[in-house]
């Protein structure tokens, strides 16, 4: 649920040719809804439907906030401390720097 598709070579329903993306709803395995189609025409057969990926708005903390309180995101568990050791580094190195 959530994805956007859009569709071409659709037969009948030729509205949804080369539409903006429509959000579906999943169905099942197999089958997803588009929602309400009782504007366009019958649906004869045929097409091509394509996911397309939406931009979506990230929020960022402040560079100096997160600097002072970092989460790290831990992708190697056998080196744990890894990130908060890098991130020390790349502290100490901005210091060193900024002299």
Do not use: W
């Amino acid at each position: 649920d959530g994805d956007y598709v859009t569709f071409s070579e659709v037969k009948g329903m030729t509205g949804l040719n080369g539409c903006e993306p429509r959000k579906v709803k999943v169905l099942g395995p197999d089958a997803f809804s588009i929602g309400d189609t009782s504007d366009l025409s019958e649906y004869t057969g045929g097409g091509v439907c394509t996911q397309v990926k939406m931009p979506e708005q990230i929020q960022f903390a402040e560079f100096s906030d997160a600097f002072l309180s970092p989460e790290f995101l831990i992708s190697d568990f056998a080196k744990f401390e890894a990130p908060a050791q890098l991130h020390i580094i790349f502290e100490a190195l901005s210091k060193f720097l900024s002299t």
